[in-house]
């Protein structure tokens, strides 16, 4: 691990919580190996750093020396061998800090005078136990009633005080991370450790992801949307342009955890030089209807919803893939949303989400507020549903997916090109 050793199946993520993985939660395509172990975070500089100008041109230029006469697959591999050895030899790799302690830093006055005036009030009650007549008792038992008092207020200055050096600490951290402020006070990060047995985990994934019957035809289906007619504007069917692909990755996330090649978007963001030398690999595979085998397989990391140790059943799963692979990826999807809503097959007044443009979480909070301000106004009853679909991925079959895509009229090219896609990322496993 990084830095510091860990017990076997677990590892710390970005914001310290443990997280939990297991070899058989890496998708196997057959004829391939998946990679030994995630490759160890290299210390990558930050975005404003000169030395990022330098690191490209070097690394593009030994790039293209090295992929002259190679074909696709080993170009790929090639262009993430060179560009992790490089980092490491130009940036080293990141070191796990331990944990340290905080320091009790209540040395002020206050604090000094609760700290003696505990200390008082512990030898009083002991005299009190040892006093023998009804005046001393009583003599002790003001002694300790005053020092009560004169505790509880100076306890509630502290903890005044405390809270005001907590508030201004926050707002400090908001202005300069609002995010990332509000997200750890709204959704503190539990620590936790997964347990079961690989067999377990197995079982689980084959109950949740697994479709028995994806050999058997759907027939028909009830229920269904009026099929729409042709498409006015047709799939976009040329090649990934340099536009589309930095798109993509200057909307990335520069902290998103890489995958088991070790190489983030930030390097990407960065060296237009090896982003360029990625950009006419993709064109490569898009052209070809290929995926790259070392993006092939995604790495599940089960986190903790609550603190304590938790099974599968009970964690939240997410899957770490190669950028280079999620890039190629997101150009396809981008590619198929706007042909969806440009023939305006999705109805954007009733779905939010997964929309370019389109918050929303804060577009359907909006519209509720409406209507609990419009009940509570006019004092009319107002009955509020929150629906969650059960296993809402893996309860799709596998044939439905080829479905759709003939139920939208997607051009036949590009159904087989995502059926190749979908056994490619290994999905006839289950």
């Known amino acids: 691990m990084h830095g510091r050793e860990h017990p076997q199946g677990q590892n710390t993520n970005d914001h310290g919580k443990i997280s939990s993985t297991h070899p058989s939660s890496k998708r196997i395509k057959k004829g391939l190996e998946p990679p030994p172990a995630r490759k160890e975070k290299i210390r990558w500089p930050k975005s404003n750093d000169a030395t990022w100008e330098e ?58 005078r609760i700290t003696a005036l505990v200390r008082e009030r512990r030898i009083l009650r002991k005299s009190l136990r040892g006093a023998k007549s009804e005046l001393e008792q009583n003599g002790f038992r003001a002694l300790i009633k005053t020092l009560n008092e004169q505790l509880t207020k100076l306890r509630r200055a502290e903890a005044s005080r405390k809270k005001q050096a907590d508030k201004r600490r926050a707002l400090n951290a908001f202005k300069k991370i609002p995010f990332a402020t509000i997200k750890k006070i709204l959704c503190p990060n539990p620590v936790g450790e997964l347990k079961c047995t690989k067999e377990e985990l197995d079982a689980h994934l084959e109950k949740t992801y697994g479709d028995p019957c994806r050999g058997v035809p759907l027939g028909n289906l ?189 051009p036949d090219k590009s159904r087989d090109w995502f059926w190749r896609m979908e056994k490619a990322l290994g999905g006839d496993e289950y």
């Open 55 to 112: 690191f490209d041109l070097r690394v593009s230029m030994k790039l293209k020396e090295v992929q002259k006469t190679l074909r696709f697959q080993e170009r790929m591999r090639s262009h993430c061998d060179v560009v992790y050895e490089e980092g490491v030899r130009w940036f080293g790799l990141t070191e796990t800090a331990e944990r340290i302690e905080p320091v009790n830093r209540s040395g002020d006055r206050r604090s000094a």
């Open 222 to 410: 009830e229920g269904l949307p009026k099929r729409k007619g042709s498409p006015t504007v047709p799939l976009m069917m040329s090649n990934i342009t340099r536009r589309e692909h930095d798109s993509v990755i200057r909307k990335a996330r520069s902290k998103s955890a890489p995958g088991n090649n070790g190489i983030s978007y930030i390097v990407y963001k960065r060296c237009s030089g090896i982003s360029e030398n990625l950009w006419s690999i993709n064109r490569v595979a898009y052209e070809n209807g290929y995926y790259p085998d070392n993006c092939r397989f995604f790495e599940g990391v089960y986190i903790p919803k609550a603190d304590g140790d938790f099974g599968p059943s009970t964690g939240r799963p997410i899957s770490l893939g190669n950028v280079q692979g999620k890039i190629f990826l997101a150009v396809v999807a981008r590619r198929l949303t706007e042909f969806m809503v440009n023939n305006k097959y999705v109805d954007m007044s009733v779905q939010k989400g997964g929309l370019p443009g389109v918050k929303g979480c804060i577009e359907h909070f909006g519209a509720m507020w409406e209507v609990i301000k419009d009940a509570r106004l006019n004092r009319r009853d107002l009955s509020v549903v929150w629906l969650d679909l059960a296993n809402a991925y893996g309860a799709v079959p596998h044939v439905l997916i080829l479905k759709a895509l003939r139920y939208y009229n997607i």
